[in-house]
Each structure stands twice: as structure tokens, then as C-alpha cells.
């Protein structure tokens, strides 16, 4: 049905009181080795410092190697876990400033894998000046995995049956619960290694310390994207003397995330604390509203007008309520229903602008697509569709250990009910997506960092952030600046997740500068898109 715009508020942050600033001058020692008093009684002693030799087979262009790092740093000479890291060595090796450290977000997504693809996006200056470095985190990828099963067929046996978009009724909503709560026991039962207990953001941030030691910078150098700022602000907090230049783009609003901001918070999901929900019913509205001004050879999803268009849309949601659509034929063709739809259509948003090297034709894309559902038949008789993406558990290691979610018997249905009330169809996918942790194994909350915040830096940190970005709130990326101790906020009036992946000319000069010498874009400054869509 047709739906009301909506527009999220944001608390503002709040400073350190004097007693906090002094029980941290108290654990000095510890802050030095990423722990907090919670953490451990005492400063263990510090961990060796991995030898890279960059020796590895990679992609052409690239070195690779292998880093080993303990799997708990309460205990750094213990066991230990291994990262797969991936270097772009700088293209003026003489005047090289020193190693820039890519996270790519997810959690979840490889370095490895990111860094390929993202590193012609980076400003010329920063691509000659600096060795760009990325790395699988812990449980990721090619480094140490979460194995939950005997083999890797194992855990889509367990969820391939699942909808392919979000549970809608109590039969679904039950597998739902009952197959991820089975993952969950599944991961506990097969840890030989006790990784589930250490895959927090937290420990990453660790991982990211030691790293910086083993490319011989002083302090750290980083540019994170989407989760990969919550890494960045993670990291300045555990380690705010040693940061030199940190680019946070796209974050999500840190005390929101980790504990939430009012007593209210702490019955809702993280996303909706977040405003994940509220951020991708902005973007939808946005979306629309751009593709009605636009003609159809612009648009392909366009009925002439904003109105019409926003109208076309309620109808064919409406009709995929009713019973699901088939497009293309044979081997080819892929069956949607409602919530497959929504989900679909909240990441295809993500990507405003076309960039080739992401594989991107921006909100052309999500266009084209639509007005295919639009003109596709009726097939009340197909099977919906189910299947899970792959490696859930590598995601859910990181996504349950860093923020508390409702428990196993909070009420999903009615928390999907609020998000669908505030944000349409779009809103149930997010909940449904942190209801894979309600009864995620206890034990991996352990390592779990949740502030303060606003440690004093030695360097002001650069967060840059779209004001249209449907994933993590503009407030979000907004709160983490007004946050932290030395943070300057970079805003760029644009759409789609992500600042590298919505390119500014603009953003990328002041980030460029940044880098180089630390130099700070004067507050309040907006820079515009490379691009708008539909123009």
C-alpha cells in the first residue's frame, strides 16, 4: 500500500564526563594494547609482529602474503589465527608517505577480493604516495575460518530451503528461526579452534594494530567503507594515539549500533536502531520521485510523473502481495514475490551512479529491473523462491558478536510489523536479517567493543558520507562525527551507499588532501556527486 514519507531524528551525542576521561588516563597501559579494564585485569605482554615477505601468487599487479596473529590477545602467545593480506605498492616508491589500509565493509566482503576492484577508484595522489594494503579478517575469506560443518555443503543443506528474501507468515517464520538457531548450535558444536569467541570488530581492530607494526608505520593510515568505518572508529578508539589519518565513509551512528542511545533501543534490532530501515525508504522515495521526472528512454520504470510513478510502484507491490511474478523463461527465468522483491530492490539502490569497475550502471539498473517485474506474468502456481547467500556464518561471526539483539522469544513478527509501519516493504528485510542472531552462541560476544566513542586522537579523523545513503543513515555517518573526539564530517548531497562507490570529485580532492598532509575540508562543507541519477 501506498506509504508516508518519513524522517529519522537523531539524538545528539554526548561528550565524556571528567570521571570517564580519568578512569581512562587510569587503564593507559591497557588502551595501548587494544584492551579495556573489562577486558583483562592486567596488560598482557604485546604480540609478535608478524614478517611479511609479500612473497604469496596473486593477482596481476599485486602481492600477496600471509600474516599470523593470536587468536586471543589475552593470550598473544597462544594459539593463533592466520590473515590473507593483499598489497597495491605505491606507484612513486621515492616519495612514498607510507601503507593506507582498505576495509570494504560487509562485514563479511574479502579485502582480498575488494581491493582489486576498488583501487583505481582512489585519488592518483594517494595511488603514487602510498602502498595500498587489505586483508580477509578474521573468519573471512581466505584467512582462518569459522567452520560450522564437517564441509562446506553443510550449512546451505541447512538453509537453501529458506525464502530467498525475508519469512512472511508463521510457517516460514517459524523455519526461519528454528534453521538459524541451528546454525548457531552447528558453529558451537564444530569450533574446534574457539574462533567464535574472537571475531568481534574488537578483534579485528587488534589484527589491523598489529599489521600497521608489521608495514613499519608509526600510525596508522585507513580509508573504510559501509562496516568497514565501524572497523576505522573501533579502531581510533582502542588506539587513539596512533592514528595518523583515518577516512570513515559511510558509518553507522557507533552508540547506536553497539548499545543504543535510550532505553527504547535495547528492545529493537540493531538496524532499526540504526535507521537502516528509515534510510532505504528515503532512498525508495528518492528513486522514484528522480525516475517519474525523467522520461522513459531515462527510466525505464517512469509513468511520466513523480506521482504516477510512486503509484505505479504501490500497484505492482500490491500485485506481488497477491501472488508472485515470473521474469524471463527456461533456465533463465527467476521467480519474485514480495519480499524477494523488497530485498532485491533494497540493494540495488546501493548504487546510484554507474561505475564499471564495481559492475555498476547505477539506478538504471534498479529501473530496468523494476519495470521487467512490472511487465511480467502473473504465476500463482511457481514455487516462491528460498536459497541463502553464501558463507552465512562468516557474516553472522561478526554481525552477533558486536551488537545485542533481541532474544530468541522477543516477538520478530511484531518487530517486522514496526519496521514495515515505518518504512514499507523494505523495512521487514532488516529486522529479518538481525533475527539470525537471536540465538547466536553467548560466547561470542566476549571480545565485544562498545565505547566510549570519543577518545582523543592524535590526528582528527575525516568522516565523509552521502546525504541519500540507504543503508547507514546520513545521521548516522553525522552522529559518529559530532562523536568522536576530533572528527570532521565531509558531506556529499548525493545518493547510494558509500562515497568510493557514488564518486565525488570533490570528496575525493579533500580525502586526497587529508592523506597527504592532514589537512582538514572546512566545516560544513557539501560537495556534490560526479553524477545524479536519471540526467
Not at 532512498?283 to 520504470?301: K, M
Amino acid at each position: 500500500m501506498p506509504r508516508t514519507r518519513v524522517t529519522a531524528t537523531r539524538v545528539p551525542a554526548t561528550r565524556v564526563t571528567a570521571a570517564l576521561r580519568a578512569a581512562a588516563a587510569t587503564a593507559a597501559g591497557l588502551l595501548l594494547a587494544g584492551l579495556t579494564p573489562a577486558a583483562a585485569s592486567a596488560a598482557p605482554a604485546a604480540p609478535p609482529v608478524p614478517a611479511l615477505t609479500w612473497s604469496a601468487p596473486c593477482a596481476a599487479g599485486f602481492q600477496c602474503d600471509t600474516a599470523r596473529v593470536p587468536l586471543d590477545y589475552r593470550d598473544p602467545h597462544g594459539r593463533t589465527v592466520d590473515l590473507a593480506l593483499i598489497r597495491r605498492p605505491a606507484d612513486d616508491p621515492a616519495h612514498r608517505i607510507g601503507t593506507l589500509f582498505y576495509n570494504p565493509g560487509g562485514p563479511g566482503i574479502p579485502g582480498t577480493v575488494a581491493l582489486p576492484g576498488a583501487a583505481g577508484l582512489l585519488p592518483e595522489q594517494v595511488r603514487r604516495r602510498f602502498d595500498l594494503v587489505s586483508f580477509d579478517p578474521r573468519g573471512i575469506g581466505a584467512s582462518t575460518a569459522l567452520h560450522c560443518f564437517p564441509d562446506e555443503n553443510g550449512e546451505q543443506a541447512l538453509l537453501g530451503g529458506l525464502p530467498a528474501g525475508y519469512p512472511v507468515g508463521a510457517a516460514q517464520e517459524s523455519q526461519w528461526a528454528d534453521a538459524y538457531a541451528e546454525l548457531g548450535r552447528q558453529c558451537a558444536a564444530n569450533d574446534r579452534t574457539g574462533l567464535l569467541a574472537h571475531l568481534s570488530t574488537a578483534d579485528v581492530a587488534r589484527d589491523l594494530d598489529l599489521l600497521r607494526q608489521a608495514v613499519g608505520d608509526q600510525r596508522l593510515n585507513y580509508l573504510g567503507t559501509s562496516y568497514g568505518a565501524y572497523l576505522g572508529a573501533t579502531y581510533a578508539n582502542l588506539f587513539p594515539g596512533r592514528v595518523r589519518a583515518v577516512v570513515l565513509d559511510s558509518a553507522v551512528d557507533p552508540v547506536a549500533w553497539s548499545t543504543g542511545r535510550t532505553p527504547w533501543d535495547a528492545a529493537l534490532p540493531p538496524f532499526l536502531r540504526a535507521g537502516s530501515d528509515l534510510a532505504s525508504a528515503r532512498s525508495l522515495d528518492t528513486f522514484l520521485d528522480r525516475c517519474g521526472a525523467a522520461a522513459p528512454a531515462d527510466c525505464a520504470f517512469s509513468a511520466g510523473s513523480p506521482a504516477a510513478t510512486r503509484a505505479k510502484y504501490a500497484e505492482l507491490t500490491e500485485r506481488l502481495e497477491r501472488g508472485p511474478v515470473t521474469v524471463g523463461t527456461g533456465p533463465q527465468a527467476v521467480v519474485y514475490d514480495r519480499a524477494t522483491a523488497a530485498t532485491t530492490l533494497s540493494q540495488l539502490l546501493y548504487a546510484a551512479q554507474p561505475v564499471p569497475a564495481f559492475g555498476s550502471t547505477g539506478w538504471a539498473g534498479p529501473a530496468g529491473w523494476l519495470q521487467s517485474l512490472w511487465s511480467a506474468p502473473d504465476t500463482p502456481a511457481a514455487p516462491l523462491p528460498t536459497g541463502a547467500l553464501p558463507h552465512q556464518a562468516q557474516v553472522l561471526g561478526v554481525l552477533c558478536a558486536d551488537t545485542p539483539n533481541p532474544p530468541a522469544d522477543a516477538d520478530y513478527t511484531a518487530l517486522a510489523d514496526l519496521a514495515e509501519e515505518r518504512a514499507g516493504s523494505l523495512g521487514p528485510s532488516w529486522v529479518r536479517q538481525t533475527q539470525r542472531c537471536a540465538a547466536w552462541p553467548a560466547e561470542a560476544a566476549r571480545d565485544r567493543y562498545d565505547g566510549p566513542w570519543d577518545r582523543r586522537t592524535a590526528a582528527p579523523v575525516l568522516v565523509v558520507a552521502n546525504t541519500g545513503d540507504p543503508v547507514w543513515p546520513y545521521q548516522g555517518s553525522r552522529a559518529l562525527a559530532d562523536t568522536l573526539a576530533r572528527g570532521r564530517l565531509l558531506t556529499v548531497d548525493g545518493d547510494g551507499h558509500t562515497v568510493l562507490g557514488n564518486p565525488s570529485a570533490c570528496a575525493a580532492g579533500y580525502e586526497e588532501r587529508y592523506l597527504l598532509d592532514g589537512g582538514l575540508p572546512p566545516r560544513g562543507r557539501v560537495c556534490a556527486p560526479d553524477h545524479r541519477p536519471f540526467r
